[in-house]
């Protein structure tokens, strides 16, 4: 049986609601979605199928170090996403900055933030993306850079278009980027999305839907910043990634 958009619609009312009820009964804010969410349905399939495992005992059984990096492996357009080939790319061009926060809003600095993407015309470059849209010969969609002394972070990139998946009949995903911390405070990559507002996708993606707080999920929306956007250049949208603590950042924990 093939799943329609209105059985998905149904779905994340049906969740919805019990959130809502949960919360005005006293319960806590969810601030992260379960590793299960039924409207997603290949989300079983993204996260070990067994309990984790707290590792006790010898601590050499753990890793002790956190990745090592520095400004030698970031070149001067890592960064830029609309200069990595010899022309120009197709698309709006955009600017994307903000700061990388702990939970008390104080900025984390030298960390590194990848950023990956699909064209303007929503598709990535890699070989699984085989959905009948134009590859784009200029733009391969990877940046990264280093967070400066006060946490900032800033990419020059091309804005993504919707794209479908299989999760249901007529599905699309909202235009969004994926970004990726790595820390010197801790060893697990950190895996988020970056949404662009007034998108009229929002409601029927079951991915952003999981986040069923709706403070939370309008967390992972950026707002557009008239002062970075550049004259006759891009426009500018503003976005901060908060690390932990009551208005963290949705991370993709188990998925």
């Given amino acids: 049986m093939t799943l329609t958009q209105s059985d998905i619609d149904s779905e994340l009312a049906h969740i919805r609601d019990a959130y809502d009820k949960a919360r005005a009964e006293g319960a806590p804010a969810a601030d992260h979605p379960p590793r299960d969410f039924p409207p997603y349905r290949s989300s079983v399939l993204r996260h070990p199928e067994q309990p984790l495992v707290a590792v006790r005992g010898d601590p050499e059984t753990v890793e002790l170090h956190t990745p090592v990096f520095g400004h030698t492996d970031i070149t001067a357009i890592d960064n ?5 080939h010899q022309g120009e790319p197709l698309g709006e061009r955009i600017t994307v900055s903000g700061r990388l926060l702990d939970s008390r809003g104080r ?28 590859l784009d010969p200029n733009f391969t969609g990877v940046g990264r850079t280093l967070t400066g002394d006060d946490g900032s972070y800033r990419f020059t990139t091309i804005k993504p278009g919707a794209y479908p998946w299989r999760n249901h009949e007529n599905a699309w995903r909202p235009a969004h980027l994926h970004f990726s911390v790595f820390g010197s405070a801790f060893t697990q990559r950190l895996v988020t999305q970056m949404y662009f507002p007034g998108d009229p996708l929002f409601g029927y993606d079951p991915i952003l839907q999981s986040v069923t707080d709706p403070s939370a999920r309008q967390r992972l929306v ?10 006759e250049w891009s426009l500018g949208y503003h976005w901060d990634i908060v690390l932990d603590g009551p208005s963290a950042t949705w991370i993709e924990e188990g998925r």
């Fill in 80 to 84: 830029d996403l609309t200069a990595q």
């Fill in 107 to 134: 900025p984390v600095r030298g960390q590194l933030i990848e950023l990956w993407q699909a064209n303007a015309s929503g598709r990535y470059a890699h070989l699984r993306d085989q959905h009948p849209a134009p």
């Fill in 222 to 231: 950026a707002a557009y910043d008239h002062a970075l956007s550049q004259p």
